[in-house]
Every structure is written in structure tokens, then in C-alpha cells.
């Protein structure tokens, strides 16, 4: 690969190709992403999970102001990581098409559809000048005639279809646990453990209720659903992964108290 | 990270990523909020209270034209810290939209609405080229059903809530204070209190009522009201936080007679 | 600070934020309004005064085409330091929106309405690309109900309300004799008086009265008015500034003979 | 060949001519075509046959989700390599221009009318300034009047018709491969085996079913189909070419698991 | 003042500001102006005297096409020195205005209101971007209510009154000249004298009819009217500035033949 | 002429002048059309000649879909060399303004006018931001009362007329084949050959017959055409040009094997 | 006068003025002009003369389309030098000006009045952003109320009248030759002649018929005509100018074989 020198002048560009054929601000925006606290997805055979690493940087801040995870239709949710502001945009991009959808054919939007106008919405971004990219990456999970999607878009405006996977911070890490321990088979409670220990993985093995966000969309009910600070505690005394009293709650979040980009 | 030549580059292209995922010019408009005065919002169990230091560069300025306190709403009032200039822009922006939701919906828009509207104005100036980011933090303040809110608008366009914050100048020794005697019960004379010992706490534990602005908005009555300078010499009194006498009343505001820009 | 070539980076992308959170092109608009001979605002007990040095280049210059202090409205007068060219824009700006306001409410604009009219136009000029900021500052004086108001438009589009204000070549000195002298109850021929003292005050405690220019608005009877020759002669005998005749009226205008950026 | 200095300077106007005549932009692109894995497409005397490398980066991935080969309308398939957020454009281009084209003509659309569609579309992001070329080449393989054709496109804009072509990684050493094989009268069944055979002249001579996707379009019955896993085996197995059980079917997809743009 | 280096960057902005509060772009436009060969006016008690340097290449050109003196209207004219090109776009600019102002208010337009709607023109070519200023000086003069008026537009915008000046080459001597010479009582015929004496205390003392050009404005007649060269003569003749027999006529004309930017 | 880095300069800038009064941009233009194979042009009494070399890549590659001969409308034919892409561009607005030209004056398109149709469009690329160059040169022949006619246009916009001419590579050797054995009397059977043999002389005097194209206006019937491989094997064959069965027939082809940019 | 480097500065920024107050895109324009072979206009009792060199690169090249002087209106020639593609848009610019005039008023339009249409639209290419100057320049004769008119335009957009002129190559000593011989009283004929000694005189005495083009615009008859290669010859044998046989017609030609840009 080429010196610093030499990158600087593709970024000026914005999106132009560099001489090895790569989109340097398409992979920067990546970088932004990773800047981002951990979201994971997982697919199970009766739903989907969605799960977020909702770290704040004081006490003071209310957690439920860090959104992660969004509801953009009755049957879809959506978890980010990365740039919030960006994120905003592209979930209310989502919320909009699904009212379209609904409006225009009458049923609600298919989650591949739905990932896919995203995607082509953020290509646009990457392409034509007069604009950067989006510095986000989302999960998108729903249920489509009652069987289970979820897919990813990254900042390329590439949709990818997952069984299970990890966006933004530790993500290879997180990976790496869930490709050890994903069955096809499992259900929604056997999803959120999963879910939740491959967050934990990468936080010493525990977890606060109130610093991680826990939804599921059900396969049966095509619904979205929110899991309460209760259920939360329950899953994670349940698998172990319960923060200790002594723990520093908000120990490792003053560390970046005044890095406010990502969550 | 990365030396001054390289921060040069990604000035230059308004607002596009660095190659570890962040958007200068973004990170550089939070430094203009840090040239402002502080603001300081409290969230109380009856009411929001936004307190914010006014200092001035000469006796022949009013004090009255330094604005840093704004009505957007009957309940609804927002502080500033940062670019003057900017804040006007947003209070005008966020007025006009508390009046269309009033017209559209019939009634009073909510603090999470008009604070996530005033984000995505916000954002947009992050990423679609021709223009610069608003150089400017707000805390928006309001009553929703009787409950107080208390947000916070960044120049990313991320919104955040909060029980209690402080922007602009000091912001984390203010938050320090903030943190160690914040009381989610206290009522809103506690708040004012509070507000007032966490402003001098970064100014030899001292103010002049002339010297700083208060507001709040009452969550019985939702209503925005300032305070009068007789309320706060009370209030600075009976915390013991009055200026004395022979105190050089604009000791450290002659120092930056020539600059301008912040407040 | 940084150093020089720094700087030069964030002058080419227009008003783009400095790593520490300056917009040098606004800073460098207020070098050009300090590069314009002085301008003084008095606000007495029965009206406004405004003052302005008028030095020209040559004896074969009409004084009077260098405009510095301009009728917005019968009941508003303004006073201009900076780029000539640029304040005249402003001004016709403020014409416009004066008679806008008379023909929309039927009553005439009042004196902050126009000012923040004047800085939300200013600001456009500081945020969005493709043009460069006002190199000028105003002075806007007038009555409303009765009141006189003084207020000072910057270059960054922020609106200052004042006592008494200078803007222009000198702007330090003059204010610190403005402080030192200025007295809430004056009369207006007591503020003429001051301002001309200020105005002398760095000009050798001299003035010829061709050299000078001044102006009123009136609380009683709400209209601006300029003073003749006569009167300012009168004003500066009686108070013992007045050129004594040996002075070469023009010495210092033909310093700068050849720079005629600024009046 | 000049060196490295100046071929950047032709890389930030985009699309503009080097002394030697030569776009750098277009050739970048052509650069991150090779980045993606290969794609081929063969034609035989009754039919087209389009086969792709679908190596994925995770086993949770969803190979479906890697979309490469893409029916058009019911007699024309593409397949593409590169940039796959670009393909998509490229794709859904593609297919609005086969329904306009049914819609006015009352007819389906000619493979070579739809593919110079496309190369004119490409060639305008070549030319005019404001965006980059597209990143991606496509096959383009169909039935007019009973015969079978394929044709490519390039990120310059420029359509070519093969007897049988590869795009992507490796595109030369398959080619050679096709060279050395290709024979005009053999059926669809042979083209099948003989694009296989192909694709895994540069994989060890061993492919895995589910790691390679294959599409026709059959001559007689002018329709496009995707054949199953089944299908793919038995034709695997045939050709002796079938991936042995011990083999590490993610083996060299882990090397590349952070490189996400190009599959 | 800075070094050669800095100044580039200023002027690559177009207008934007220098560190100093200087517009580049406008202070060489004025340079332009100096380039030009000498404009003068005078204003006498009965009217007004526009003098122009006709200096031609080549005899073989016809000194008529050195458009150096305009009528504007019946009652003004305009002498222009600077890029030519330039020139005549404000005088076809001039020329509209003019006769907008007749068609709308059925009146002649005065002479101070054509002079501002020109700066108004020229100073929005010094501050929105995608142009540059226009680089030339007009000397406008006209009579208003049988009042001569003198008035100079520069290229920044701002409109200047005067009784006597010069702009062009050598400007500064010229001006010393009309300085020690003017006399406000003189009448049209003395102010002829003074406007070629002046040009010729520039040019050794000497003028040839053929190369100057010369106008009045009549105060009672309120009308435009050019010289003969007959009549030029005799003026030229009384004041012993007549050009010997034995001169070179095109002496140094001769010398810029191959410059033909500015007259 | 200057050095290297002087040339870069102009390059960026689009299509702006050089001190010595180029367009680098149009030169590097037509740099591009050297980098095709030739193309040539014969006019002779009773028709004209298009012939061109259409070597490609691959023998898997389609000769036909290398297009270097263009029919323009019945009377009109079009050779072209260099960006094939760019090439495509000009023959479909030659076609619409053909198209055009007959709608509205209801007769064909005399050939002098098409070409400067497409030479204004051509000049358009080369003066007005935004766009580069057309990268390539046209050889338009028709007919016009009976009368063959013979055009060039080259990337500057400027049309010219021949009695033979060739573009792209080899063009000097080309010419000067044809210069030293053109005779305007000839007949078409003579002029084919005179295409090829000058076609042969930078070929080592050999050519295949699917190796090049061949394309004749008749001026008796006014019709374009092109000949079949057998006509190009007996023209070649009487001429002693055809290839001999041991040649490497894609010998040279092989060598440009993966720079696809030019035909 | 300032280094390489520093003109590069001014050379990107399109026409922007120097500090120097020089436009040198305008002056690389005539840098342009001067590349171009020369062009010849002298104006005589009785009509005006427009001469020309059109010396060709190929003997194959029909002279005829190397064009060099142009009937704008029946009464109007005008000739070219410099960047063809540029002149043929003046050119066709001029001839709708003519048209226009036509229609609108009835009469045909002046040669002054044409000549500074043309100017005007060359003024606004060498002022406003995105666009370079045109790099051409034109002489322009014609007859008015029986008195001929001879014009030259430059690529500043400024008019200029002669008796007699060059543009283009050895301007500077064909303008010598015209200045030494030029005689107001000289009829067609003689202006002819003098036209064609000037242009022998940069070409060692000795003109070839088919090498030059000579056109007349009559004062008796108005009307625009072109010379016979029989009238010329006739003109040049009287004048002992006529090329000798042995003299290598396209000598000089070939040296440009390959600098296609100008004529």
C-alpha cells in the first residue's frame, strides 16, 4: 500500500478511486463506524434479536436518549453503529419508505425491499459529489410471511443478508463468538443469550441491565418489542454475565467523557 | 493521532471523514462552543431551570442584548453556548417549527420533537457541501404532559437528554459539579441552587445577578419565565454566592475586550 | 496561536471553523472594519447620537459623498465603519426592510427588529459558500415609544445592544473614554458633546468640523436629523476642541492618499 | 510511464485526459473491478451460461445475499463484478430500460439494445464532472430471436460482444482457460461444465456448490434460471471438480474478513 | 505587510479577505485602473470637463475607436480608464439605467442616483463568488437642476464625489496638479485649460489634438457635447501646450505596441 | 516548451490556456486518439472509402462488436479512432441531427453541415467547465448532389476536408502512404485498395480479412455499405495483402491483452 | 515582472487579475491568436480587403475547408486568427447578430454596432467563472452608408477601428510593412496588392494562389466577394510575388504535420 502522502489526495476528492480501485472515503466512514459502540443482530428460528451497547458518558445523561435501536415499522427494527446524527437520517429514510410501501401496494414493506432502498439511498452518497458518506452501519431485522430476515448496510451501500452478526466497535471479536456459538436452530430467549454474552465477551463477561438496549422482533406476532431493565437482569443473571455491585458502572465511560461523536 | 499537516487536508474539504473515521470540521465547531460562556440546564421533579453566565466586555453594553436565554414556546425555553450568530439561526428555526406543529396538530409541539427537528436541521450542515456546521450547543428545556424535559443539541446533530448538563466554557468541571450534588427529588428553587453553585463553582465561587441569566419552566404551569435580578440576588444570597462589594464587577471580562466572536 | 500557514488553510475554504473554532474570514472582516475611521454611538436620556470622522484624501473630495451615517427610516438613523461599498448594501438592506415592515403592519419597524433583521443577513453571509462576509460594521440608533435604543452589528452576523459604543480605526481608545465618561442621564446635547470629546481624543483633541459628522434622533419627536456645519462648529468651540487655524486641515489624509479601500 | 506524483494530479479531476491520453479515473475503476471476485459468462449454441464466485466473509453470512448474478427481465441475465453497491445502480438501470423498452415497443428488449443502454449511461459519468465512474463490469447474457448472446460493459462506457469472457480477479488466467476450451457448438450443459471448470482452473481445480452461483438462458425457451445447490453438485461432481469433505470451505475467506467493499 | 507567498493564496479565493482585512482581488483591479492611460474631470461653476489620453499603437488605428469618453444620457458623461473591455460594460450598464429611470419616473436620472445603482453593480462582483471585479475607474459627470456634478466609481463599489480628479495612469501627479490649480469659480473654458494642463504636466508639457479626447457637460444647456479637434487645438494653443511640429507623434506609442490590454 | 510541472497545472484546470496559448487538455485528447487503431478515409470520383483496422483482444472476442464504422443516415458514413465510449457519443448525436435535419427540411443532411454540427458540439467540451474533451476523431464520407465528400473532426471542434486522411495510430506513416499514391480520378474498387494497402504498410504488408473493416458511400446510389469478408479477402487477395496461413492471426493482439480502453 | 511560479497562481483561477493587474488567461488567449497563421485587413477609398494565409499540413487537405474568412452578412466579411473551433462559434454568433438586426429593424446591421455585439460576448468569457476566454481574434470589414468599416476584435472583448491590420503569426512585421505603405486614397486594387506584398513579406516574397485567401467587400455595391484562384494568381504575377515553380509548394508545411491546433 501507498504512503500518507498519497492518501490525503484521494480524500479531497471525496468518492474518487484511487489507484488500486479503492473508495477511500467510503472505508473512512467505516472507520467511523467502528468508532461506535458494538450492535449485534441474531436470527433464531422463531425471530430475530437485536442487541446494543448503550455505554453514556455521565450519569447524569439519560440513557434512554442513546438511540441504538429503532422501530421503523410494526414488523422491522432497526440497531446502529456509528455516526448518531447519521443514523438519525437513515432511520427516518426507513420510516418514511415503510409508510410508502404501506400506502402504495397496501401490506406492509418486505425487509429485503426496505434494506435495499437503503442501500441505494447511501450508493448515492458515495458516488456523486457534493457530499460524504454516511458514517453509519445498521442492522435491519424483521419478519417477512413469518420467517425471520436480517441484513446489514454498510457504508457502501452494500446490503448484506446475516444469520447472526456485529457491527461497529470489537466487531471482529464479537464475531468470532458468535460464529463459535450461532445454532440455526435456537429461539428468541436462546437468541438473546447469545446475543448478550457475545456483548459481554468483549466487556469482561458483565453486563449492567441499564447499559445495554435488548429488542426482538417474533416471528409469530410479526411484531417489535423493547425488553424492560427487568428482563434484562432476569436474561443476565440467568447466563452469569450480571455486573458485580462493586462494579464501576460508569467506569470505562468516563474515560472518553468528552469524545461525544459516537456512542 | 495524526500530525497538523495532515488535519489541514480534511479542513479544506468542508466536511468529510479522516482516515480514522472523523469529521473535523465537526470537532472544530464543538471548539466554538467551548469559546462561549457556560450554560447550564437542570432537569427538577417540577420544573427545568437553564442558567447561563452573560458576561459582557464593557459597562456600556447591555446586558439585556446578550442572548443567551430564548423562548421557543410557551413551555419550551432553550440556552445557547457557542456562535452567536448560529444560535439566532436555530432559535428562529426552532420557533418557526413549534408554531407549524401548533398550526398542523393543534397542539403544542413536544420537546423530544422539536429538539430531534432541530438536530436534523442541524446534521444536514454536516454532510451536504456549500456550507459550514453551526458553530453551537443547545439545551432545550420543556414540559411534556406535565413531565420536565431537558435535551441537548451538539454540531454533529446528535440529541441527547438529560437530567443535568452544562455546555460552552468549563463544560467538565461544571459537570463534575453537577454530577457530585445533582438530586433527581430536589424541586426547582433546589435547581436554581444548584444551577447557580455549579456556575460559580468555576467562578471563585461568586456571581453578580446581573453577571448571569436563569429561566425556568414550571411544570405545573408549563410556562417559560425568567428571573428578575432581584429573584437571583436572593437566590445567589441566600446560597452565599453573592459577589461582594469590592469586587471588580468586569475584572475578567476586560481581558478579552477585542474578542468578539463568543459570548 | 498557529503559526502563518495555518492559517492561509482555513482562508481559501471561505468561512470554513479553525481547529481551535475560529472563522478567521469573520475575523478577518472585522480587520477590515477596523481599517475604516472611527464611528461613535451615544445613547442620552433624549435620544441617540451618532458621530462619525469623515477624513478624506484630498480638498478636491466632496466630504460630503463619504458616507458614513445614513437615514434607515425617519426614526432610525445608521452609522457605518469598514468597507463603504459593503455598507452600503446593508444599508439598502435596512431601507427595504424598513418600508416592508410600515406596508406589512402599518406601523413603522422597530429598532431591534431591524437590527436582527441586518445580522440574520449578515450571518447567510458567514455559513453558506460562494461569497465572502460583510467587511463592515454598523451603528443603528433609534426611537421606539419614546425610547432610545443603540445597538452594534459585527461582522458575524451578532447583534449587541449598547450604551454608547465605537466601531472603526481606534475603537479600544475610544471606548475606554466613552467608559470613563459616560453618564445614563445626559441630555443630547450633552451626548453630542461626548461623543465628539471621545472622537477628539485620538485626534490630537482636535477637530475641524468639515471633518466630522453628526447626527440625531430625537426621543420627543421620533426623527433623525443631521447637524450643519454651524452646529458642529458650535458644539467643538464649547467645548475648546475645535482645529485652531495654523493646523493643516488635510495632514493626515495625505498619508494614505493612495489607499482607498476605506474612508 | 510517468511516476507516482503525476498520475495523482489527474486522479482529483476526476475524469480528466493525461498527456498520454490515458483517464486514470476510468482506469481506477477498471482496478476495483479486478478487486471483486471473478465472474464468467459463456455462450453456447443453445443458450447462455453466467457463472460467478460467491465466496462469502463469514459462515453467518447468507450466501443469497451475495448478489451477483441478477435476471434483467425474463430473457436477459448479468452478471457483475467489482463495486457491488455500484452494480446494483447498474442493475436496477438495467431493468427500468427492459420495461420502458417493453412498455413503448410493445416488445422485449434486444440484448445488444439494453447493453449500449447501459454503456451510454456509464459513459456519462466518465465525462462530465460532479461524480465518479462506475466500479463495476457487467456480462450481459441473453436470447434474441433464438440465438444466444453476451456481451460486457466496462467502467469506461464501452460495450463488447464475447463468445465467452471473465470479469474480476483472475480474469486473465480464465481466460486463457476459456481460450484453450472453448468450442461453439457445445449445449448449454457443456458451457456449464466448461465456465466450472474455468472458475476452478484458479481455485486448486475444487469448487463447493454453494460457494459459486450459475444461472442460464435458454435459447428455445428464452427464459433465465438459476440452477440449485443440487444442480451445481452433480455438475461439480461430473466434472470431477467437487470440493473434498476435508477441505476448509471458509479457508480463504477468513483472510480477507475486514475487507468488506468488493465480494 | 506579508511576503509574495501569502498574497497568491488571497487572490486564488477570488474576494475573500486577507488576514488583514484587505480584498486583493479588488487592490489588483485597481491595478488594472493605474494600467490605463489617464481619465480626468473637472467641475466648474457652468459645468462639467471630461479629459481623456488617446494614446493609439499605430497610426494605422483610428483614434476615434479608443473609447475613452461615453454619453450616458443627454445631461451625463462618462470617462473611463482601465480594462476597455470592462468599460463598456458598465457604460451599456449606465446606458439602461438611464433609461429605465426616464421610462419609469418620466424624468432624467441625477447624476448621484446613476452613480450609486453602478457601484451597487460593481460591488456585487467583489463579493459573490464566480466572478472577478471589474477593473475600471469611471469619472461620471452631469448636471443636476443646472447643478454640475462630478462623481468617481472605483472598482471595490464605492461611489466618491469630487471637484476635480484624475484616475489612471499617473493619477497620484496628475492629482497634485488639479490640487494646487483648482479654483471652484473658474468657468467651463478655464476648466478646459486646467484639465489639459494637468494631463499635459504628465507629458512634458505638450499634447497633439488628435491624441486626447475632451467633453463637457453644460450646466445650462444640460447637455453632452465633444470637442473638435479644431476646437481641442486652439485650447491647447492658447495654453502654450501645443505639441512642436517636430515631435514624434506616437513616440511612445510605439514603445507598448504589442501590450493591447489597456489603452 | 516547459517542463513537467508547469504542464500539470494546466491540466487541472480543465481546458485554460498555457502562456504559450495551448489547451493541454485537448492535445492530451488527442493523445487518446493515437492510442486507437488507425482509421482511414479515401474520396475518390464515384463514392468514398472508410476502411479501418479492428484488431481485438481475444479470439473468444466478437469482431463485430468492435465499432469503428458507423452508418450516419443513407448517404452518410462514419469512421472513427480512439475512446470508444466517447466515440458512441458523437455517432448518436450525428444520427439525431440527421434525423433531425430531414424532419425539418425535408431532404437529407448535406455532410459539410452534419460535420459542423458535430464539430460546435465537439468545441462545446473544450471551452465550458465541468466536462473534458471528447476523446476521439471522426473520418465522416457522404455524399452531397451526386458529389463525394471526405471530413475530418478532430477533439479542438475543428472540421476539416481530405481527399484521404488517416487518425489514430500510425497516422503519419498512414499518410504518407497515401500522400505518395492518392490520385484523385481513381474509381472505388482503386480506392478500397489504396485503403488497404496503406492500412498494410504499417501491418507488414499482410492483412485478415475479419481483421479490419471496410465500408463504401456510392455517389451514383448514394448508399453506405459494407463489405463482406469475402469482398475484403478478394480485394486483399488481388492486392497481395492477404495474410498468410502461418501468421499468428491475434499475434499482436496478445500484447494489449489488458489495456482495454482503445480498440 | 514576477517568476514561473507565480503565474501558474493566476492561471487556475480562470481570469482573476494579478497583482500587476494583468488578466493572463486574456493574455495566454492572444498567445492562442498569435499561434495562428496571419490574417490581413486594410481599408481603402473604395471597399476593404481581407487577406489571408492558408497554408495546409497535407497536400491531401482541401484548402477550401480551412477556414479563414467568412461572410457574416451580405455587406460584411469577416476574417480569423487563431483556435479555428473557437472562431467558427464567433463566427456563427455573428451571423445570427446579423439576422437579428435584420428582422428587428429592418436594415442591415452596422459594422460598429455588430462588431461590439461580438466584444460583448467576448467580454463576459474573460469575467464569469467556468468558462476560458476565446482564443481568437477577428477583423471585421464591412460597409456602411458606402463607407467602408474595418474592425478588429481581441480576447479581451475590446473593439478596435483600422485603416489597416494584422492578427495572428508575424503580426508585429506585417503591421511594420501595412504602416510603412499604407495610402488612405488607394483603391481595391491597390489594397489587394498592398494586402498580399505585406503577407509575401513574412514569406520570403513568394506566394502560392492556392496557398492564400483573398476576399473584398465592395462601397458601391456592398456586397462581400471572394477572389478566384485566376485573380489572385493575376494579382500576385503583377506584383512579381507569385511563387516560383521549383518552390516546395507545402515546405513549411510539413514541419507542422502533427500541431493540428491552429491554422
Redesign the interface.
Known sequence: M?G?N??????????????????????????????GTASIGVRTSDGVVLAVDKRIR?????R????KIHKADDHIGIASAG????A??LI?FARRQAQVNQLRYGEPVGVETLT?EI??Y??Q???????????VALIIGGIVDGEPRL?ET?P??????????AVGADR?DI?DY??AN?DAEMDLDAGIDLALAALASVNDDELAPEGIGVATIDAETETFGVLSDDEKETHLAEADLLESDDGDEDGDEAED??D??EE
Chains 1, 2, 3, 4, 5, 6, 7 share one sequence.
Open positions: 501507498q500518507q498519497q492518501q490525503q489526495a484521494y480524500d479531497r476528492g471525496i468518492t474518487i478511486f484511487s489507484p488500486d480501485g479503492r473508495l477511500y472515503q467510503v472505508e473512512y466512514a467505516r472507520e467511523a463506524v467502528k468508532r455521565s450519569p447524569l445523561m439519560e434512554s436518549s442513546v438511540e455516526h448518531v446524527a447519521d438519525r437520517q427516518d435495499k442501500t441505494d447511501i450508493q452518497y458515495t458516488q456523486v459529489g457534493g457530499a460524504r458518506p454516511f458514517g441484513y454498510d457502501s451501500g452494500t446490503p448484506y443478508e446475516w444469520k447472526a452478526l471482529g464475531r458468535l460464529e450461532y467523557a468528552d461525544e461523536t
